[in-house]
C-alpha cells in the first residue's frame, strides 16, 4: 500500500509510493541535517508514534539505510546512525576521485557544447553561493552537488552513477565538517574553476587530474 508522508518540520512531502520508501527518505534526510547525529540510538518506538505508522514499514526502511551505509545493524542492540571513520572517509573519498574523474574524462571530450554550458550556468550558481555578500553554505552544497551530479549524467554510466550517489550518501554523513573548516568552500571553488577551465579546454588528462587534486583537497579538510 502506497502512502504519503511528511515532515512538518523540514517541510518534506513526498509522492505516493511504498511506505517503507516514504520513511527511509524522511529519516534519510534527517540524518543529512544532523537530526539524528552519527553513533546515535535510533529508538524505533518513538519514530514509529511520531509518524503514526507500525514498525514493520520503519524496520524495512532501516535496513534499505543500512545496505547504503546510513544505518548500522547492531545485534540484540538495534539501529544506530552511522559513525564514519578515518578509514571509512579515505576509502570513500579514493573511490569518489576513481570514478569522477574517469566521468569528468569522458565529459571533457564528449560533451556537446549545450551540456558545457549546463555545467558553466551550475558553476556560476557556486561562484554567486559563495560570494561574502550572499554566502550560504548550505546553498553551496547544494550547487556543489547538482554540478557533480550533472557532470555524472553527461558521462552516462548508469552504474557509475549508482555507484557514486551511494558513496555520497555516506560522504555527506561528514561533509559539514570538510566544508565548514575555516576557508575550505574558497578552496573547493577555486578548486572547481580549475576542473571548469580543463573541461572547456577539452582537456580530458587535465580535468582527471584536477577533479583528483579537488577529492584529495576534500579529504584533507574532512580528516
Same mark, same amino acid.
Given at each position: ?24 527518505e524522511?529519516?534519510r ?14 529508538? #524505533? /518506538?518513538k519514530? @514509529?508514534?511520531?509518524?503514526?505508522? !507500525?514498525? *514493520?514499514?520503519?524496520?524495512? $526502511? ?14 540484540r ?28 574524462g ?12 549546463e555545467l558553466?550556468?551550475?558553476?556560476? #550558481? /557556486?561562484?554567486l @553561493?559563495?560570494e561574502?555578500?550572499? !554566502?550560504? *553554505?548550505?546553498?553551496?552544497? $547544494? ?10 549524467e ?25 566544508l ?42 574532512a $580528516?
Amino acid at each position: 500500500m502506497s502512502a504519503l508522508l511528511s515532515d512538518a518540520r523540514s517541510g518534506v512531502s513526498l509522492a505516493p509510493r511504498a511506505l517503507y520508501q516514504d520513511v527511509a527518505e524522511l529519516l534519510r534526510q534527517r540524518i543529512f541535517r544532523r537530526e539524528l547525529e552519527p553513533g546515535s540510538w535510533i529508538d #524505533e /518506538l518513538k519514530l @514509529a508514534e511520531q509518524y503514526g505508522i !507500525s514498525r *514493520t514499514p520503519l524496520r524495512e $526502511a532501516l535496513k534499505v539505510l543500512a545496505t547504503e551505509g546510513l544505518v548500522t545493524m547492531k545485534v540484540r542492540r538495534g539501529a544506530y546512525v552511522t559513525e564514519v571513520s578515518t578509514q571509512d572517509l579515505s576509502d570513500v573519498y579514493h573511490l569518489l576521485s576513481l570514478l569522477e574523474s574517469d566521468a569528468a574524462g569522458v565529459v571533457a571530450t564528449k560533451a556537446t557544447d549545450a551540456e558545457m554550458a549546463e555545467l558553466q550556468t551550475l558553476h556560476q #550558481e /557556486l561562484e554567486l @553561493a559563495a560570494e561574502p555578500a550572499t !554566502s550560504n *553554505t548550505d546553498a553551496f552544497f $547544494a550547487v556543489n552537488e547538482r554540478f557533480h551530479m550533472r557532470l555524472l549524467e553527461i558521462a552516462n554510466n548508469r552504474w557509475r552513477d549508482q555507484m557514486v550517489a551511494d558513496l555520497r550518501k555516506v560522504m555527506k554523513l561528514n561533509r559539514h565538517n570538510s566544508l565548514l573548516k575555516i576557508g575550505r568552500i574558497a578552496e573547493s571553488l577555486a578548486e572547481h574553476r580549475a576542473i571548469m577551465a580543463a573541461l572547456s579546454a577539452r582537456d580530458a588528462q587535465l580535468t582527471q587530474a584536477r577533479m583528483q587534486e579537488h577529492f584529495a583537497n576534500g579529504l584533507e579538510a574532512a $580528516a
